[in-house]
């Protein structure tokens, strides 16, 4: 089956160690999204990446990184310079040029600082 | 620039009552819309979207949504409340010149369905 596959679903990080969230999509999709969730805040995008290497600052990028190096796979760095780590991360695809530009999403990886 | 107001952060419903969820958007360019659902510890789903064809769009579970461009309202319906629909949903909002896909979400509203 086609989808997105997040790794790890939790993840436990002491207080200034760096951690990566796998995303690994086989949809075939150019884009890639990562999304942050905080209860009562909806979704703010992290960064987005519309080829391979190649990718964009979202409205939060301060404190994380990412790569693009094949087009199934865009890592997510929370580094240690996020001062507020704990949250639920969310990786995200679609198609470029598809007019309906809806979004496809894995089932998230929520991780919690020590 | 582009952004979601969903008014009401919860809404409660008897099962087999009305479901009215509401979306505001303000956007420069005519709009792509979009509802997700999301369930406990999950990701987003897709429920139903607009891309100009029609007005009324109709999504899976019985959900519909209206687009009013006078009133910029993408209201999300469903006549008769499960308790399946317990959920969290959020109102998308998509320029169609920016195919980069930076979507706006809004803040959520958590659908609870009383037995």
């Known amino acids: 089956d086609g989808g997105i596959t997040q790794s790890p679903k939790y993840l436990f990080r002491k207080e200034g160690q760096n951690v990566t969230l796998s995303c690994e999509q086989n949809l075939n999709h150019d884009a890639m999204y990562w999304y942050r969730q905080d209860p009562g805040q909806g979704l703010r995008l992290i960064y987005y990446s519309q080829i391979v290497n190649d990718f964009q600052k979202g409205d939060i990028a301060e404190g994380y990184s990412v790569s693009r190096e094949k087009k199934e796979s865009f890592p997510l760095t929370v580094t240690s310079a996020q001062k507020n780590p704990t949250a639920f991360y969310l990786c995200?695809?679609?198609?470029?040029?598809?007019?309906?530009?809806?979004?496809?999403f894995g089932e998230g990886s929520r991780l919690t600082v020590l | 620039a582009q952004s979601v107001t969903q008014l009401g952060s919860h809404v409660s419903v008897s099962e087999g009552a009305l479901v009215l969820l509401r979306c505001n958007y303000s956007?420069?360019?005519?709009?792509?819309l979009f509802w997700y659902v999301q369930y406990p510890n999950q990701g987003l789903q897709l429920l139903l979207k607009?891309?100009?064809?029609?007005?009324l769009v109709k999504g899976i579970n019985g959900f519909e949504a209206e687009f009013k461009k006078s009133e910029t309202s993408f209201h999300l319906t469903k006549p008769s409340a499960h308790m399946s629909d317990a959920a969290e949903y959020f109102c998308?909002?998509?320029?169609?010149?920016?195919?980069?896909?930076?979507?706006?979400f809004g803040d959520g509203t958590t659908l609870t369905v009383k037995p």
């Open positions: 995200a695809s679609s198609p470029t040029g598809l007019v309906s530009g809806e979004l496809f």
């Open positions: 607009y891309t100009s064809a029609a007005t």
């Open positions: 998308a909002v998509r320029g169609l010149r920016t195919n980069a896909g930076k979507s706006t």
């Open positions: 956007s420069s360019v005519p709009p792509y």
